[in-house]
Structures are given as structure tokens and as C-alpha cells.
């Protein structure tokens, strides 16, 4: 049986999230997903929250067969947690690690 490829976004928000809530938030998350891809591809996104570097940045674990569907949902999304926010995919890579190389936190420094 062969393994699924993945790809790793590095999502970008337009304003801070509450991190403490993450639960909460990545239920909203996938919500709005499966709303705007569809129940039959999400399936083949799937998309999954790997971590959050800061309030307004997190990395997107999603399949491959899936990488266009999910950048596009995540630029249609318009309203999360009750106001209006706007989502960017800033990068996209096979692993984590080169995904977050050179990729400055707000405080300054390399986030991993």
C-alpha cells in the first residue's frame, strides 16, 4: 500500500487568532473547509492543523491530489470566528522544515 504525498502550507491571517482556543478553532476551521470544497473533496484535502507559529500564522497539512481545492477554499474563506478575516498561502512545501526555513516570526527570529 503506498502512502498518500502531503503538502505543508504556511497560512497567513489577516487578523490574530486565540491560540488557547485551538480546539474551538480548528472546528471552525474544518467547517468552513468542508463547506467550500465540498463533502466529496474534502476527503481528498484533508486538511489538518499541524501548528500555529504566532497569532496570525499556521501550517496547513494537506494531501497533494488536494493542493489546489485547499488554496483555493482558504482564499474564499472571507468570515472566521465571527468577523471578517482573509487567509493567504504564503508557502507550500513537502516537509515542515523547509517550509518555516528563513520565514522570520513577528519577534524577529527564525521560527523554528
Sequence with gaps: MMRKKSRYLLVETSRETNIESVSNLEREFY????????????????????????PKRLILKVNFEGLEDSILALALMKRFDNAD?????????GTIKALVKKIPTLDGHNAL
Design 85 to 93: 478575516t482573509a487567509f493567504w498561502t504564503l508557502k507550500s512545501s
Design 31 to 54: 467547517r468552513k473547509i468542508r463547506f467550500l470544497v465540498g463533502e466529496m473533496n474534502y476527503h481528498r484535502v484533508n486538511p489538518r492543523i499541524m501548528r500555529f507559529l504566532d
